[in-house]
């Protein structure tokens, strides 16, 4: 698997090369007029190879950085394009549009922008609040549910601002917390895991806190994304955070409303949800926990009302999401909205991210969840 990845890694960085090549020898042409042409030729080769070599890891942020630089390149190149026949392209030949232009500064300074943003946007943990409601019977307080997904231990959120998310969360009086999957990945370390599950163990809750496993939280089992604990310490460590696990099953909670925790859609032993709710008792509020925000069509003939997800990210980096939509990657990719006229569904764009360090899709947030009865 890792060498597959490697392959791609090499077909891209092959495009990303060619490119460049071009990109620099524009630059030191524009800088350098008078250097020969044989020097100039030769110092873009070199440069070109180097940035392909460093984008082969697609993982990686180089990758990502050099993608971006390749995208507002090819915006300034269309706006030379529109600039070069208004008013007989005189805008196209100023001094200052040929600089920003041809140098290439204007690409690597939106590319420098946006991965700032996306950094500070990563490391900036905010409340989301929906409010849903119901015509079933619930109690009149109704239930205030904290939903956290795709925390991703150590990518971007540390032990000290963890300690300070957890207090704040608890300050809102939650009657629940829930951990909606990849809350770890194999880049965790045993350290942060138990730390992690303490901390959100340790949130007071009128009913607790109660986990489902994502695709990234069990060690994965192929070479170069093994995980540092095994997933006998992984599970032992939530349950000794008086963390319930919930693995295709279902919890009541008060006397009205269902808690289905499913077992993510990369498992394959799910119980497919119509077996799983097959004797629950449809007039209470159920609740389905499913990582991946897939199966939408079978979690809404179950006769879920509320289904919660993260997964996504929200595509984590501008434009992913819009791809995830377009080629239906997953039923939803982010937000609030019905699957039909009965179940609703809020898909999270999680707590961090997955490997990158910027998030420029969407906020990192953790969900605030309003059930009220109509």
């Known amino acids: 698997m890792w060498g597959a990845i490697r392959t791609v890694g090499v077909f891209v960085a092959i495009p990303i090369a060619l490119y460049f090549f071009f990109f620099i020898k524009r630059a030191i042409g524009y800088f350098f007029p008078d250097l020969k042409k044989q020097i100039s030729l030769s110092v873009s080769a070199v440069s070109a190879v180097a940035i392909g070599l460093t984008s082969t890891d697609i993982f990686g942020f180089p990758a990502v950085f050099v993608l971006h630089v390749i995208f507002f390149s090819l915006i300034c190149r269309f706006v030379n394009f529109i600039l070069k026949r208004i008013k007989n392209g005189a805008a ?20 420098l922008a946006f991965s700032l943003y996306g950094y500070i946007n990563l490391h900036n943990v905010v409340a989301t609040e929906y409010k849903i409601t119901t015509e079933k019977d619930i109690r009149a307080e ?15 959120v540390d032990d000290e601002a963890l300690a300070r998310i957890c207090d704040e969360i608890e300050s809102l009086s939650p009657d629940m917390v829930l951990l909606c999957g990849d809350i770890v990945d194999n880049n965790t370390t045993t350290e942060e895991m138990k730390f992690m599950f303490s901390e959100f163990g340790s949130i007071k809750s009128e009913f607790g806190t109660f986990y489902v496993h994502g ?16 997933e006998d310490l992984l599970t032992s460590t939530i349950k000794n955070s008086n963390i319930t696990i919930l693995t295709d099953d279902i919890v009541e909670i008060g006397n009205d409303i269902l808690l289905v925790g499913r077992n993510d859609a990369s498992e394959r032993n799910r119980m497919p949800i119509d077996e799983l709710l097959n004797e629950a008792n449809c007039e209470k509020f159920i609740l389905t926990l499913d990582h991946q925000p897939r199966d939408y069509e079978n979690i809404a003939a179950s006769k879920t009302d509320l289904v919660l997800s993260g997964h996504t990210h929200a595509g984590q980096i501008w434009p992913v999401g819009q791809i995830q939509e377009l080629f239906n990657m997953n039923d939803e990719v982010y937000g609030h909205g019905f699957i039909d006229g009965d179940t609703q569904f809020i898909v999270t764009s999680g707590f961090a991210g997955w490997k990158y360090p910027i998030k420029t899709a969407e906020k990192a947030e953790y969900v605030i969840v309003e059930i009220k009865s109509e």
């Not at 200052?96 to 939106?110: E, N, R, T, V």
């Not at 695709?215 to 095994?230: C, L, Q, R, V």
Request: hydrophobic share 45%; aromatic share 20%.
């Open 92 to 111: 196209s030949r100023a001094k200052i549009w040929q600089f920003l232009y041809k140098s290439g500064a204007l690409a690597l300074a939106f590319t």
């Open 215 to 230: 695709n990234h939280d069990k060690p994965f089992g192929f070479a170069g994304f093994e995980s540092e604990f095994s």
């Open 142 to 156: 109704g239930y205030r549910v904290i939903l956290i997904a795709d925390v991703h231990y150590g990518v971007s």
